[in-house]
């Protein structure tokens, strides 16, 4: 889940030094937006591969001394040097620390030199597998390289090493390879998050993570000229291409079709020497560096949970909505208004829904969908339903702002590898969006209040904004999401003083007087806590002004097929390999970081959390009994102690985890309105 690009330009090019160090400059920034969380290039001239990386983004790397000279390969602004070839890789960290330099990319894997795209989530499996190779660093990407260089050594051609290493790992791959005994550039994908854009006068080649990455390059002013004949197209899911560096021409091949290919590799004589040039003095890209903290033991009594405390709430006789749930009221009968007011879910069904996507099909195999991927378990089965079910060629989706999982994301990786879907990322500034969390929460803990705590993951509202980017980027109009419309949780702008409002096509939705009562609880409580005043605020306003005003066009899968849970898990369990955690027996909101932190507020100041108000709306509409519903209340809503501490750590909150649930613990109990 990162970016990787490079040019090639041949040995009769005509791109000069100037053009080459400009274009990976632009490349650098364009890929940028895939992952922030360190940066590396790799420079192959005739003699030499120069490796060059830094737990910074590409941004920072872009402006270091040590950066300008790696590409300084002509003295007098000719490409003397020619062939000449640069790859780069921007990467948002999953396994391995960014922090730790050997863990980012390129890698250097003995001969070879390689960037990876996506996860590798079988890795654990392939090492016990394969004892006999060294593991070096921590992230899931060497299996792939090291995999690749053995099958090499061992005497396959670089096709049928690429294959046999291909059909081992599981996950989404997409990768670019360079070797020191070999002329050629390795791209391969499994999932067809890759680019290329050839030129039929063989002078030039390109490739990158999107298709929108070369347009925009291709469109700079510098390049008009240069790139004429410069056609940009996909590499299809399951292909590989192996490019000459000398003439820039390619050999196409299939990474699952074991035939044989009549393959131009030749080995070069001496060997290119792999050097990795080191940027001294760097510091770590972590905010507030400081010392993590200590695991932290739930010693205290009060704060161990009690299951009987919350089943002897008083509760709606028909749902599991307590007396503490905002703007509740019970009649003589001891139900609810909730129950009463409840509308039934209209599921318009698939003729409906085949109708309603015909006039967005494409033919030969260009995307037809955007579909929104959190890694959680809706999202996962939309994919699944569009992909298999419909026939439709998706483009996957995920905008991550810091709270998405590694669990979430290597969910992602199973199902875009296994469908051969393309996947798109849009990486915030995770640095400046865990800051962002940490001083929002430092400062409601400071004067807490339920109707506040939104707040916390006001940082992922930009995600409608770049789905409708994305649109225009791609020229594809159709954005589909996976939302299950029994997940209401009024309750959360309940606690904020605005009444619950119905739509039927939207989950979270405010009419006018909702947004306007809204906004004048935070000025409020902003006024109340000035502590809420900080950086974040420019970021909350466009959070909100993403989420309540701007226009959310989207098709939800679940207005048209029935959601029912035993079908979605039991598909992507045994279809994905679904991940679980450890922490909880629910498969709800696992991949958000957020989650078990505020569910624990809400259970342990109002007595309910998400659950509740989920459980009821499936109660009401007959999936589940309500004593079924309640039992499943109690045991769901446990609280999830390591998931908190992880989110307490990755935020870097200057108290420990038994501090700020003894600040929790304090706070007035809420009995209801």
Known sequence: MCGI?????????????????????????????????????????PDSILVQKVPKPASYLLRTKEYRELLKFSANGSCSLLPVTVVGHTRMETDGCSEVKDNNQPIIADGLVGL????????????????????????????????????????????????????????????????SEYNSLLLATNNGSLYQGKSSLNDVFLFASEESILKKLLQKKYLQKLTPHLAVKQIPAGEGLLVNLNDCSGEKFSLFQNKKYASRETKLVPPRAIEEVVVPNIESNSPNKRNVPSESRITSDALVYDPAKYFNMHRCTKCVLPATFPF????????????????????????????TVAPYRRSGGRPDCIIGVSGGRDSIYALHYVKTVLKMNPLAYTYDWGMVTDMARRNISRICGKLGVEHILVSADIKKKREYVRKNVSAWLKRPSL????????????????????????????????ENMYERTNFKTGFAGVKPTYDKNH????????????????????????????????????????????DRAYLNIYNYIPWQESEVITTIRNEYDWELTEDTESTWRIGDGTAAF??????????????DAFFSNLIREGAISRENGLIRAIEENRPRYPTMKWYLDTIQLDMSLEQVLEVIRKIPQFTGK
């Open 116 to 179: 990876h795209n996506g996860i590798v989530v079988n890795q654990n499996i392939l090492w016990r597998n394969n004892p006999k190779l060294e593991r070096k660093y921590q992230v899931d990407s060497e299996i792939i390289f090291r995999l690749l260089n053995n099958y090499c050594v061992n005497g396959f051609s670089l096709i049928e090493a690429t294959q046999k290493m291909f059909q081992k790992i599981e996950g989404m791959a997409s990768i670019a390879t360079l070797f």
């Open 5 to 45: 690009f490079g040019i090639v330009v041949g040995d009769t090019g005509d791109w000069t030094y100037p053009i080459i160090i400009k274009s990976v400059h632009d490349l650098f920034l364009l890929s940028q937006k895939r992952g922030r969380d360190a940066s590396g290039i790799a420079l192959s001239t």
């Open 451 to 482: 109707g506040v705590i939104p707040l916390f993951m006001a940082g992922d509202k930009q995600y409608f904004y770049y789905a409708q980017k994305l649109k225009k980027e791609t020229g594809v109009d159709l954005v589909i999401l996976g």
């Open 328 to 355: 509740i009221e019970f009649d003589a009968q001891g139900e609810c208004n909730y129950c009463r007011a409840y509308q039934q879910h209209e599921v318009l069904g698939r003729e409906n829904l085949e109708k």
């Open 507 to 550: 989950v979270y939705t405010l009419d006018l007087q909702g947004k306007v009562r809204l906004i004048l609880f935070y000025a409020k409580q902003y006024l109340l806590n000035h502590s809420y005043i900080n950086s974040s605020l420019l970021d909350t306003l466009v959070a909100f002004g993403c989420y309540y005003l701007m």
């Open 598 to 611: 505020y569910n624990y507020i809400y259970l342990m100041v109002a007595g309910f959390t998400e659950n």
